[in-house]
């Protein structure tokens, strides 16, 4: 055995609820875990790394976060509190705009760290040339990815348009998709790294290469990650291009694109009866509860998808919408709002929330058999987190475990301790044991400091909500 852990709290996903075993340890040899169980039986002496929790801290399933764009986390609290049709053009774009390849790669670096001390081990990267990131961040950090290469039609500059059609350029479409099929090659021996296709959403992409993109997925028994009904953005381009009576999902169904090759993100601008119909043709759903509620003032409907049987995961989005790469936030917010979107406190408990960010996760990205619960046989992804903190006690377990409720509404992330992904400490006791932290954190204050008084003049002339806001001494 290469590492022990024992005497702490055990939730596992596992089973009814969220399988807490109390006083148990945890067995890893290689990248695999081998025991799971209670303390009584289990013959830990011979490992290598024994780690004692003395019953004061839990270990679960790395989180996993199942939509994750981590390029533009330098923009982080550079656009907020404007009205979603102001968000693209006359926010987000104008900083990103001067973002050059250095600043994506300190990007990813920041939003990856600030991801694993918080406990996550998996992270669906949604983003353009993903070759540079795997090779420059997550290969050296040795973190679980499912890379997905954007693919869109679009110019940038499309983004800024607010009333007209945007213009579709197969070429960059085709640009994109070679990317794509190219990632499937380069790392279809790297056990840390899976891949899908990622067009961007259907006002972005024709559907005649959707179709084509499909069929490849298809073929390399992959999956489509797309945005879907993420607003009235979109929706007046579908109604442009389409009809206006036409909608994102009337538009997947009638060609035949939504089925289980699908996960479909965000899909807030969409019906119950849209949502019926994508849970009956097994499209699998991811919420980024955070990043919705700030962008556009909308609570992604989680508690209405599970309730009609669908499976869901969450993902934080990027970090100049959410705010944030803490998976722990996530799962409090989803049940929160869920409750407020339903009127009813009984929506989205603890252990449903938990699920969504650790084997609902693992069910969405197709890695179920891998990773997101605790069993021996699956890959060795894995927290510790610290439960003698005052926000999380007491912890009890008579007459019922309160573990569950004070992580998913007390838990702030900060609580992780260690972090083992496929076997490899990545954190112990607070501490990187590789990353360079300090050094990134640095580098990530400088440059965009150096960068973003670039743009204050176009800034000033776009007239935005937030301009006003620093007009008048606000910001």
């Known amino acids: 055995m290469d590492i022990a852990i024992i005497n702490t709290w055990l939730l596992t996903m596992e089973g009814k609820g969220v399988g807490i075993i109390r006083n148990g340890g945890i067995g890893i040899e290689g990248d695999k875990i081998i025991h799971v169980g209670k303390m009584e039986g289990f013959n830990y002496k011979s490992a290598d790394i024994l780690i004692n929790g003395e019953n004061k801290m839990v270990v679960m399933p790395g989180l996993i976060n199942s939509h ?3 390029m533009l986390t330098l923009c982080r609290g550079m656009v907020h509190d404007l009205p979603e049709i102001e968000y693209m053009p006359k926010g987000l774009s104008l900083f990103a705009d001067v973002l050059k390849g250095q600043d994506f790669l300190l990007g990813t670096k920041l939003a990856v760290l600030e991801g694993l001390r918080a406990g996550t081990t998996t992270f669906a990267e949604y983003g353009i040339g993903l070759a540079s990131l795997l090779n420059n961040v997550y290969k050296p950090f040795n973190v679980r990815v499912v890379a997905t290469e954007m693919i869109t039609e679009l110019d940038f500059s499309e983004e800024k348009k607010t009333d007209d059609l945007y213009t579709f350029y197969r070429f960059l479409g085709n640009n994109a998709f070679k990317r794509a099929n190219k990632l499937f090659k380069q790392f279809q021996n790297d056990e840390l790294i899976t891949c899908m296709y990622g067009p961007n959403a259907l006002d972005m992409v024709s559907l005649d290469l959707i179709k084509e993109i499909k069929e490849e997925a298809v073929k390399r028994n992959s999956k489509i990650h797309m945005h879907v009904a993420q607003g009235g953005r979109e929706r007046l381009q579908i109604e442009k291009r389409y009809g206006s009576s036409m909608t994102t999902v009337k538009l997947l169904k009638e060609h035949d694109l939504l089925d289980s090759t699908l996960i479909a993100a965000h899909i807030h601008d969409t019906t ?8 009956r043709n097994g499209v699998k759903m991811v919420g980024c509860p955070s990043s919705i509620s700030k962008i556009d ?12 049987g669908g499976i869901a995961a ?10 944030h790469h803490d998976l722990f936030i996530e799962m409090r917010m ?5 409750k407020v979107a339903k009127r009813d406190p009984t929506v989205l408990p603890p252990w449903t929330s938990l699920n ?3 084997l609902g996760g693992a069910r969405v990205l197709d890695l179920e058999n891998k990773i997101g619960s605790l069993r021996p046989s699956k890959q060795a992804d894995l927290i510790l987190l ?3 903190v005052p926000h999380l006690t007491p912890i009890i377990h008579e007459p019922f475990c309160n573990l569950a409720a004070n992580l998913v509404y007390s838990g702030k992330g900060n ?7 496929n076997g490899k400490i990545i954190l112990l006791n607070g501490k990187f044991q590789e990353i360079e932290e300090e050094k990134i954190i640095n580098q990530a204050n400088k440059r965009a400091q150096e960068l973003f008084p670039e743009v204050s003049e176009l800034w000033r002339k776009s007239g935005s909500r937030m301009v006003k806001y620093h007009e008048q001494g606000y910001i």
Do not use: C, Q, W, Y
Request: aromatic fraction near 4%.
């Open 68 to 70: 994750f764009h981590s």
């Open 272 to 279: 119950r009866e849209e949502r019926a119909v994508m849970v």
């Open 297 to 308: 003032g909308i609570i992604p409907p989680l508690a209405d998808f599970i309730e009609l």
């Open 314 to 323: 969450i993902g934080t989005d990027e970090a100049p919408g959410t705010g």
């Open 334 to 338: 989803a049940s929160l709002l869920s």
């Open 356 to 358: 969504l960010g650790t």
């Open 386 to 388: 610290k439960l003698n």
């Open 415 to 421: 609580e992780v301790d260690t972090v083992i992904i």
